[in-house]
């Protein structure tokens, strides 16, 4: 069955630090794969996605993640975090087959502090 | 140029009261969800529908009712609501042409059950 963990429920991190967030997860065929950003009191954004291809991704506000299938791992990076990225972080993987295709599995998410 | 809203943004009402969320989106994707968020952040996917038609009725109490009157339109009803129904609702919409493509999410709606 397809599962998502993320290791880490709350980080805390100075501003200025780096940062990467943990990702594995559990899928039996080609995952698809996101981070999505929920900051209070809002809705999802998604930072980034993979689907095939360059197994290091771009995404928005300065954020990466690499995806490494020989760890079922998809880790979100940032050189650099701002106090703005306070926030809670979801990795999801999409299912890609028949019935169940479009479906979102997430992790129970992380929760970045970012001391100033 | 809100892309998928939902309404209320917030609910609060009784044990035993029957209420609806309203969610819409103007992508022209045909594809929408519900999430129910819980009080520990998790998402859990509650209802799918194509083009109007239900694809993924996950096990929820029958005691939801999702309606989807077009492909841009996705409302989700809950009678006689209980405590345990408190909880962030949200409402995606996706495009199935093209590939396979990602999730955008609304607002969400807080629901507290009193």
């Not at chain 2, 999702?66 to 841009?72: L, V």
Request: glycine share 8%; net charge positive; with cysteine.
């Amino acid at each position: 069955a397809q599962s998502v963990t993320q290791p880490d429920i709350h980080i805390t991190v100075s501003e200025g630090a780096s940062l990467e967030l943990r990702c594995n997860y559990s899928y039996g065929a080609t995952p698809y794969l996101f981070w999505y950003v929920q900051s209070p009191g809002q809705g999802l954004q998604l930072l980034l996605k993979y689907f095939s291809g360059d197994t290091l991704v771009q995404g928005i506000k300065g954020f990466e993640a690499e995806f490494k299938r020989s760890q079922s791992s998809f880790n979100l990076r940032k050189p650099s975090v701002h106090w703005s990225d306070a926030a809670e972080y979801f990795c999801a993987v999409g299912s890609g087959r028949g019935s169940t295709l479009g479906r979102l599995y997430f992790g129970r998410g992380t929760q970045l502090t970012v001391w100033p | 140029d809100t892309a998928v809203s939902q309404t209320p943004k917030y609910l609060v009402t009784q044990m035993g009261n029957d209420k609806s969320i309203k969610c819409e989106q103007n992508l022209g994707h045909d594809t929408m969800y519900w999430y129910k968020q819980d009080s520990k952040k998790f998402l859990k996917i509650m209802f799918s529908y194509n083009n109007k038609e239900l694809i993924i009725n996950e096990t929820v109490p029958n005691r939801f009712s999702p309606k989807s009157p077009d492909k841009a339109h996705l409302n989700l009803h809950i009678n006689s609501l209980e405590l345990g129904d408190s909880a962030v609702y949200f409402c995606a919409s996706r495009p199935t042409s093209g590939g396979y493509n990602e999730q955008f999410f609304g607002p969400g709606t807080r629901l507290t059950v009193l």
